[in-house]
């Protein structure tokens, strides 16, 4: 796994300075919808997943919360649309959801400044947590082999910007995380500060994936982390993990469920429309399938334009 202390930002969470984010979203009038959609995969190369072990929770969700990629029209009268929105997210299916499955993935190289990361000029995502949110275990899961990422029971072991080749045409990138360390205060420092640079100077980062334990209540840090990156106008999407642990309500303990829409509310003054998000556990592998269409479809526009 990965760390680095990030300074805390001087920002409050309950402020809504204005934003534009790069990335493209659409609003419409409210209205809402419950469903539980089925996988969509049919539509596009099978990706194969372990089954989940426990039936997915409805999830009630507004149309102005949804995300809709650029190029893809919602109607509110729309039969189909439930069947259009990525199981246990808020995304919306578009025509440039293919050629999502994973073939082939390796290891490319470690980075500790981003002028040194490769220059292939490949699109890639970005993956940065707290350090014990799962983050290798995702990426893991997401390349279907046990050893591709590090995990360690000792969080902070990813140290440099590293990056995986997937199928020859675009990578994933594991980042330094943020939360603790250890490790002398002035790598975490060091790290914080190639990060950073990473996310605002990486012309290839189609999307920075910002996980976030949802079997916990929102931290201060994560909230800030995410208010950065509106802020700056990167693009992003949120992984919320861990999403198989149910704590018991006699126990003070949120479903998961709860956590991230308490987490979103908290976010939502810094950003004008909903980020992308998605629900996961690399346990059971949900959300497996549904990040890695989310990716191909940001990835093919991205290829495009």
């Excluded at 650029?70 to 299916?93: A, F, H, M, W, Y």
């Excluded at 993935?105 to 002028?115: D, G, H, L, P």
């Excluded at 990060?195 to 334990?213: E, G, P």
């Amino acid at each position: 796994m990965i760390i680095a202390q990030l300074p805390r930002l001087n920002i409050s969470i309950f402020t809504k300075p204005p934003l534009s984010l790069r990335t493209h979203f659409t609003l419409f009038p409210k209205q809402r919808l419950l469903f539980a959609p089925k996988s969509t995969l049919s539509t596009v190369e099978p990706i194969p997943i372990s089954p989940v072990s426990e039936p997915e929770t409805q999830l009630s969700i507004s149309l102005e919360k949804l995300f809709v990629p650029p190029e893809t029209q919602v109607c509110i009268d729309d039969p189909t649309l439930s069947t259009r929105i990525l199981k246990g997210s808020n995304i919306v299916l578009s025509k440039y959801a293919r050629d999502a499955q994973v073939v082939q993935a390796e290891f490319i190289k470690s980075s500790v400044r981003t002028e040194d990361c490769p220059s292939d000029g490949l699109p890639e995502f970005a993956l940065v947590g707290r350090s014990n949110v799962g983050k290798s275990s995702l990426l893991n899961s997401l390349v279907r082999r046990k050893r591709l990422a590090l995990t360690s029971k000792k969080p902070g072991k990813t140290q440099c910007i590293n990056h995986f080749k997937i199928n020859d045409k675009w990578y994933l990138v594991d980042l330094p995380g943020y939360g603790y360390a250890s490790a002398p205060q002035e790598l975490r420092t060091d790290w914080a500060k190639f990060t950073k640079d990473y996310f605002l100077n990486r012309s290839t980062l189609v999307s920075v994936f910002l996980l976030i334990d949802a079997s916990i209540p929102s931290k201060t840090i994560d909230l800030e982390y995410a208010s950065w990156l509106g802020q700056n106008q990167i693009p992003m999407t949120l992984i919320f993990t861990k999403c198989d642990k149910r704590k018991k309500k006699k126990n003070g303990g949120k479903r998961p469920e709860e956590n991230i829409n308490d987490f979103q509310e908290l976010i939502h003054g810094f950003f004008q429309t909903a980020p992308p998000w998605i629900m996961t556990s690399s346990v059971t592998n949900q959300g497996r399938d549904e990040i890695l269409l989310h990716m191909a479809q940001l990835r093919n526009y991205w290829l495009k334009h």
